[in-house]
């Protein structure tokens, strides 16, 4: 059973460029996360997604957008980027819209980007 | 503004010592404590969760236990495949079914 799938694994982008990054949840899995991790950091929320539908946004800026497709993946979309956008961004997904504060989030291996 | 904090940063013990990793929080109603588990280059792998005071669960060496204000995350006779990235995230009760806060987490690394 595959679990939550993320691309690219790496990335190195230049400042002021845009970059997409994907996943794909874990089968039966209809809720998608983002979360931005710093370096020796512990994740930070971004949004998360369901019914194809943006629920709750984090504290981040509109350069941070989102989308989910009806076959629950999602994509996570950054403009203008900054130096202080390299971190790991890791997807998270869940059983439904509540899920997660019961059995928890199922995690990728993120995608890691670092930008010059 | 929910926030969490953990300690220590960094621990390092020899395998078969026994210690406890600390989680601190403010939040607005908890309606839920995590703890996660972070191995290099991985994402987080989800452990436990506690709802209420008192409450404890257990999970082989690890054994999780709740307060008012803090959690507890013992590891007893740690080996060193328990080294890892220990993470401790709040849910509030007004964001339910959404984002969790993280704490920064601490480093245990055992050495054989």
């Known amino acids: 059973d595959a679990g939550v799938t993320q691309s690219p694994t790496h990335l190195i982008k230049t400042r002021g460029q845009q970059v997409t990054l994907r996943c794909s949840p874990k089968?039966?899995?209809?809720?998608v996360s983002w979360y931005q991790q710093a370096l020796g950091q512990g994740p930070q929320f971004i949004f998360q997604?369901?019914?194809?539908?943006?629920?709750q946004r984090g504290n981040f800026p509109d350069r941070f957008s989102g989308h989910q497709f009806p076959n629950y993946s999602s994509e996570l979309n950054v403009n203008a980027l900054l130096l202080g956008d390299s971190a790991l961004y890791l997807c998270?997904?869940?059983?439904?819209?509540?899920?997660?504060?019961?059995?928890?989030?199922?995690f990728g291996s993120g995608t890691r980007l670092t930008v010059v | 503004e929910d926030q969490v904090t953990q300690s220590p940063e960094a621990l390092r013990l020899q395998e078969g010592e026994s210690s406890s990793l600390n989680c601190s929080y403010t939040v607005s109603g908890l309606r839920g404590l995590f703890w996660y588990r972070q191995d290099p280059g991985k994402g987080p792998e989800f452990l436990f969760t506690l709802y209420s005071a008192g409450e404890e669960k257990e999970k082989e060496r690890l054994k999780a236990t709740l307060t008012k204000k803090e959690s507890f995350l013992h590891i007893t006779a740690p080996k060193p495949e328990d080294s890892a990235t220990y993470l401790c995230?709040?849910?509030?009760?007004?964001?339910?079914?959404?984002?969790?806060?993280f704490g920064p987490g601490t480093r245990l690394s055992v050495l054989p």
């Open positions: 997604y369901y019914e194809e539908e943006e629920r």
């Open positions: 995230a709040v849910q509030a009760a007004e964001n339910y079914g959404q984002n969790f806060v």
């Open positions: 089968s039966g899995h209809d809720t």
């Open positions: 998270a997904s869940s059983r439904t819209l509540g899920s997660a504060g019961y059995y928890g989030y199922t």
